[in-house]
């Protein structure tokens, strides 16, 4: 259960730790949220533009730029070689927009 907004230890931690998927791929680790970005502005903004694999299915933003999703995921947790081309100019793209003000 909750008290004051946090979680209580013992309640459902660990079967939530268990619905997770971790991407330990370390070759992604360039794609991943670094400290002074905000995943909101930088990439969440620019979901519409994310690629998608070669068989149609959405990628995952948040396994490959945050590490981490849920099991239950229906979106795409790998990518071809060509993916990860496209994923990486995207992640890329994200930053640069992010460099430049909102004016």
Same mark, same amino acid.
């Given at each position: 259960?909750? !008290?004051?907004?946090?979680?209580?230890?013992?309640?459902?931690?660990?079967?939530?730790?268990?619905?997770?998927?971790?991407?330990?791929? #370390? &070759?992604?680790? !360039?794609?991943?949220?670094?400290?002074?970005?905000?995943? &909101?502005?930088?990439?969440?903004?620019?979901?519409?533009?994310? /690629? #998608?694999?070669?068989?149609?299915? /959405?990628?995952?933003? #948040? %396994?490959?730029?945050?590490?981490?999703?849920?099991? &239950?995921?229906?979106?795409?947790? &790998?990518?071809?070689?060509?993916?990860? !081309?496209?994923?990486?100019? %995207?992640?890329?793209?994200?930053?640069?927009?992010?460099?430049? /003000?909102?004016?």
């Amino acid at each position: 259960m909750e !008290k004051n907004g946090k979680k209580l230890p013992g309640t459902h931690q660990d079967q939530d730790k268990q619905d997770m998927v971790y991407d330990n791929d #370390k &070759s992604h680790q !360039k794609w991943r949220v670094k400290e002074n970005e905000n995943f &909101s502005r930088t990439f969440y903004r620019n979901q519409k533009e994310c /690629p #998608k694999t070669e068989e149609g299915k /959405p990628i995952c933003m #948040k %396994f490959f730029i945050r590490g981490v999703c849920m099991k &239950s995921c229906t979106r795409s947790h &790998s990518l071809s070689a060509e993916d990860a !081309k496209n994923f990486n100019e %995207f992640v890329e793209g994200c930053r640069q927009r992010a460099l430049k /003000p909102d004016f």
